[in-house]
C-alpha cells in the first residue's frame, strides 16, 4: 500500500472493500469495543464529567473567537522564552520550513512523536524527497511505518492489525530500518513492546533532530505539551539537540489553568485512563536541559477557512481523543482507510471537507458517511454536534451540485410545489394509492438507497381520506 492517501476513492467505493474483509471487521470489532467499555467506565467516576465537558467547550469557544490575539501572544511568549515561531499558510510552506531547518543542523535524519499535523501535511514524504530520513517511535505509528502502511485511527493508528500481522512486520522489515527484529520473535504483547524498544533505542541515542507536534499550546507562557502513554515522546523530547514542533494553529489555550479542564477529559476519552503515563511540557529552551534550539512551526492548511464558517468551525475544537470513532457504527465496519485521510470516522467527515474543501470526489463524499445516529455528539468531550455540521457540509456539497444532486434538489422543488397546495397533494395521495399493485419494490434511480431497503407499502387509502370516512 502506498503511504499516501492521495488519490484514493470516494467513501462509498472504499468502504464497500473494507466491509468484505472479515479480518479488518474483526480487528475493528474487539479494539473499538474494548475501549468504548473501558471509556465509559472512566468516565463515570467523575460527577462533573458533563461540567467539564462544558467547560472544554467554552474554553475552545472563546479561544477560536480571539484566535488571532492568542496567536500573537504566543508568539511572544515562545519566543521570550528562547525558541523561534515560523508561520506556515499550508502543507507545502510546512514542509519546506522543516526540511530547511534540518538541513540547516547538517543532519540527514530525524526521530519523530506521534504527529497527526505531520501525516496531514505529508512531511515524511517530503523530507524523504530531501533525503532526509524520518523515524516514527510510537509503537502503532512505527508498525504504519515498517508495513508500508496507512494510519486508520486517530489514538491507535494500526488498530486495522492484529499480533500475528504485527510479528510477520516486524520480522520481515525492522531490519531494513534499523536493528532487526530477534530471532524467533513471537506475537505476545511483551516480546513485540521488547522488539520495538530495542529497535527505538538505537534511534533516540543516535539522533540530533526531533519532529513533534502538539496536543495544546499556552499562550500565555508559550508552554507547549504532549500527552502520550509510551515514553517515547519524552525522549524525542529532551535527548536530541533540535526540537522542532508542528501545531496546527487551533492547538492554542489562553492560559496555563485552562489545561486543568483538558488534562481530565483527554485521558479518560482517549485511552481510558484517569492521567495519561507522559505529559511533557516544554517552554522554549533552557542552558544545559533539553534540546538548544527550539522551533515552532503554526500550521494554517485550512484552518482559518473553516474557523470562517459560524456552524463547521466547531471542529476545530477537537481534541484528537477518537472517543467519536470507538462508539461509530459506520467507522467500526468500514475502517480508517476509507476516509481517505490521516483524520478518519465521525470527526474526519467533517474536518477533512473543511480542510481540503469538497471539490474532490472523496471530500464530497466525506459528509454522507454516517447514520446521524448521534453517538459521536454524546460522548465528545468538547461537545462537537458532528451531526449538525455533517447536515451543514451535505447542504454546502448540494448546492454545488454534481451526481445526483441536481435531480435531487428538481425533485425535492416539485415535492414542495405539491405540498404547498393541498388539493394538488390529495389528489396525488389518491392516484398513489389506486396504483398500489404496479409501484415497483425499488424506486428508480435510487439504487444506492434501495439497495438494502425496500419500499413501504401503500396503503390501501390516504389519511386524508380515512379521516373523511370516519366522520373525526
Known amino acids: 500500500m502506498s503511504r499516501t492517501f492521495v488519490g484514493m476513492p470516494a467513501f462509498p467505493a472504499a468502504a464497500k472493500a473494507a466491509v468484505h474483509d472479515a479480518t479488518l471487521r474483526a480487528n475493528l470489532r474487539h479494539a473499538t469495543h474494548t475501549i468504548r467499555d473501558k471509556r465509559a467506565t472512566a468516565v463515570a467516576e467523575l460527577a462533573d464529567w458533563q461540567q467539564l465537558r462544558e467547560a472544554g467547550k467554552q474554553i475552545k469557544d472563546h479561544t477560536l473567537r480571539h484566535l488571532d490575539r492568542y496567536l500573537v501572544q504566543l508568539e511572544e511568549s515562545v519566543v ?221 492548511n485550512g484552518r482559518t477557512d473553516t474557523l470562517a464558517d459560524e456552524v463547521g468551525r466547531q471542529a476545530l475544537r477537537c481534541i484528537r481523543c477518537s472517543a467519536c470513532l470507538n462508539v461509530c457504527p459506520v467507522y467500526e465496519r468500514a475502517g480508517g482507510h476509507a476516509y481517505g485521510s490521516v483524520y478518519p470516522g465521525p470527526i474526519g467527515a467533517i474536518l477533512n471537507p473543511q480542510l481540503r474543501g469538497t471539490a474532490s470526489e472523496i471530500d464530497a463524499s466525506l459528509p454522507y458517511a454516517s447514520s446521524l445516529c448521534g453517538a459521536c455528539y454524546e460522548v465528545c468531550p468538547v461537545a462537537i454536534d458532528i451531526p449538525e455540521v455533517l447536515v451543514h457540509l451535505r447542504e454546502r456539497v448540494a448546492e454545488q451540485g454534481g451526481k445526483g444532486h441536481r435531480l435531487e434538489k428538481a425533485a425535492m422543488k416539485a415535492a414542495s410545489w405539491a405540498m404547498d397546495r393541498p388539493a394538488v397533494m390529495a389528489a396525488a395521495e389518491r392516484a398513489a394509492t389506486r396504483t398500489r399493485r404496479f409501484h415497483p419494490r425499488k424506486a428508480p434511480g435510487a439504487g444506492a438507497w434501495t439497495e438494502s431497503r425496500a419500499l413501504p407499502e401503500m396503503p390501501e387509502e390516504s389519511f386524508r381520506d380515512w379521516w373523511r370516512k370516519s366522520g373525526r
Not at 540530533?208 to 507536534?213: E, L, N, R, T
Not at 476519552?269 to 522551533?295: Q, V
Request: aromatic letters at 4%; charged letters at 25%; a negative charge.
Open 80 to 300: 521570550r522564552a528562547g525558541g523561534t515561531v515560523h508561520w506556515a499558510a499550508d502543507a507545502a510552506e510546512a514542509n519546506r520550513l522543516v526540511a530547511d531547518l534540518v538541513k540547516a543542523t547538517g543532519e540527514r535524519e530525524v526521530v519523530k512523536v506521534k504527529s497527526m499535523a505531520t501525516q496531514e501535511i505529508g512531511l515524511n514524504e517530503a523530507l524523504a524527497a530531501e533525503g532526509i530520513a524520518a523515524y516514527e517511535t510510537d509503537l502503532a505509528e512505527l508498525i504504519v511505518q515498517l508495513g508500508d502502511d496507512l494510519p486508520s485511527h486517530i489514538l491507535v493508528p494500526a488498530i486495522h492489525r492484529n499480533r500475528g500481522e504485527i510479528r510477520d512486520i516486524f520480522r520481515q522489515e525492522m531490519g531494513s530500518w534499523g536493528r532487526a527484529a530477534p530471532d524467533g520473535l513471537g506475537d505476545t504483547p511483551a516480546e513485540l513492546a521488547e522488539a520495538a524498544r530495542l529497535h527505538l533505542r538505537e534511534k533516540f541515542l543516535r539522533a540530533k533532530v526531533a519532529v513533534s507536534g502538539a496536543n495544546f499550546m499556552v499562550a500565555e507562557t508559550g508552554t507547549l505539551v504532549v500527552l502520550e502513554s509510551e515514553g517515547n515522546g519524552r525522549m524525542c523530547l529532551t535527548l536530541p539537540e533540535t526540537l522542532i514542533s508542528v501545531v496546527g494553529i487551533e492547538k492554542v489555550v489562553p492560559t496555563w489553568r485552562d489545561l486543568e479542564v483538558f488534562l481530565q477529559t483527554l485521558p479518560r476519552s482517549s485511552t481510558a485512563e484517569r492521567m495519561n503515563p507522559y505529559t511533557s511540557m516544554w517552554t522554549g529552551t533552557t542552558d544545559g536541559d533539553g534540546p538548544s534550539a527550539f522551533h515552532l512551526v503554526l500550521l494554517d
